[in-house]
């Protein structure tokens, strides 16, 4: 008998047929003797309309006081979903209770919207699970030292999922999703993606921060911090397929580098749609520069990704880092106030019209020449690049989002993703 942790996604979870399919297969894992933790998602479209609601009341609003209630408002999704769940899994004879963030208690910092988990009470779940009930806890969601609701980003459930499992030591943490596994790439945007056996974790950590939103970022840094075992798999499967085969399906996240049996170069490409290209253009070339620009920024609590500084002329250069989508204007509109003045530069332009593509890989290591493979191969298409960074088992490239399906279709051929490498 293994402790085991489900997270069910919002496609998942997305009607009430669904719902008790989803409950079919908890109660099918129950039965085969298992302590069952199920964290679902709200149900898709769900968390969008509640947003998009509270966007047409107040169309910009930036206060903390605003991010409070949405996170009080976003986090009903998974209530409701939750309590679905446990409702279909008692129609189905199993006994189940559901409970929120809060009830938990995960606790987390108080940076709504985009919460960190602190730490999780397993006291509650535990004396279920010992009763022989399901338990199932909102994903998406936590409280603060105050007693606030808070939410944890985009995607979050991953990350409730995984925390709960670390917090359970649960045997493993499986994610059910609506593709049967990790790809080589979005397999929505490059249909002969292959989809991967195993890929390590720290492939699997560079192809979620780069924008493949298989995983949420969050999600995989706990894994690798507590080492839970985590695998990517369908939900779409019969509900009553063998468990033993269910059990092996989907893509496994590895910690060890020779189970990666897969020895590709690059393993897969990742891209990301939401960012934006900031320049400040006739900057003094002087020391305390990149401070004075990006520490103004970073002060306003926006994260900056990727930063060039052009060769200087006459004793002026350019400027350009990318921020999220969401910060640009307000980026633009600090540079503008604060730092163009104080520094004497001509002038702040920008373009919110631009894609980041990455290639990832650990075979990148130990070979030369993968990245110059990746220029020629866009410059075969056309395709003019912006803005290059690098890591050990990376590279990216900012080009322009028209562009960006084409680059990661390019790139998939040339570098032979959906052949299994020998
Ligand atoms: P869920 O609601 O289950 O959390 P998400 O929509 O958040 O599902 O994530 C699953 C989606 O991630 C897939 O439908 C797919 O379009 C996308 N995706 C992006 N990159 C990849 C990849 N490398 N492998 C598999 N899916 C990917
Ligand atoms: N419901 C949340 C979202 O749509 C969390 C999640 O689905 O993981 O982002
Ligand atoms: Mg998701």
Redesign the pocket.
């Given at each position: 008998m293994a402790l085991i942790v489900h997270k069910y996604?919002?496609t998942s979870m997305g009607s009430a047929e669904r719902i008790r399919n989803v409950a079919k297969r908890v109660a099918k894992w129950a039965r085969a003797g298992h302590q069952m933790v199920v964290v679902p998602?709200a149900m898709s479209g769900e968390t969008n309309r509640l947003l998009g609601l509270a966007k047409e009341l107040a169309p910009s609003r930036t206060s903390d006081a605003y991010h409070r209630e949405l996170d009080m408002l976003a986090a009903t999704g998974e209530q409701a979903s939750s309590a679905l769940l446990a409702i279909a899994l008692q129609a189905e004879g199993m006994a189940s209770v559901s409970y929120a963030g809060w009830q938990v208690p995960i606790r987390t910092d108080n940076s709504y919207t985009k919460a960190r988990i602190e730490s999780i009470e397993d006291t509650r779940v535990r004396a279920d699970l010992d009763a022989g009930r399901v338990v199932i806890v909102t994903g998406f969601q936590g409280v603060d030292a105050e007693g606030n609701i808070t939410t944890l980003g985009?995607?979050?459930?991953?990350t409730s999922a995984v925390a709960v499992a670390a917090a359970l030591k649960a045997s493993e943490c499986l994610?059910y999703?609506d593709v049967d596994g990790v790809y080589t790439t979005d397999p929505r945007v490059v249909p002969e993606a292959r989809r991967l056996h195993t890929i390590s974790f720290e492939e699997m950590l560079e192809m979620a921060s780069m924008g493949s939103?298989?995983?949420?970022i969050r999600s995989v840094e706990f894994a690798g911090k507590y080492k839970v075992p985590l695998r990517v798999l369908s939900s779409f499967t019969a509900w009553d397929i063998d468990i033993k085969e269910e059990a092996k399906s989907g893509t496994l996240i590895t910690f060890e580098e020779d189970e990666h049996m897969e020895q590709a170069i690059v393993s897969g490409i990742a891209f990301n749609r939401d960012e934006a290209k900031i320049s400040v253009l006739g900057v003094p070339d002087t020391p305390g520069i990149a401070y004075q620009i990006l520490g103004a920024v970073a002060d306003a609590n926006i994260d900056v990704d990727v930063i060039i500084q052009n060769v200087s002329k006459d004793g002026k250069t350019d400027f350009s880092f990318t921020v999220n989508r969401g910060d640009y204007a307000r980026a633009i509109e600090i540079l503008k106030e604060r730092v163009i003045p104080k520094l004497g530069a001509h002038e702040v332009t920008g373009d919110a019209k631009i894609c980041k593509v990455s290639i990832v890989g650990i075979g990148m290591r130990s070979h030369v020449g993968i990245a110059s493979k990746m220029f020629r191969c866009l410059s075969e298409e056309g395709i003019n690049i912006q803005m290059i960074s690098t890591s050990e088992i990376k590279t990216s490239v900012v080009i322009d989002e028209k562009y960006m399906e084409l680059a990661v279709r390019a790139l998939h051929k040339a570098f032979d993703l959906e052949q299994v490498p020998a």
């Open positions: 996604g919002g998602s985009r995607g979050g459930s991953d994610i999703t939103k298989v995983l949420q």
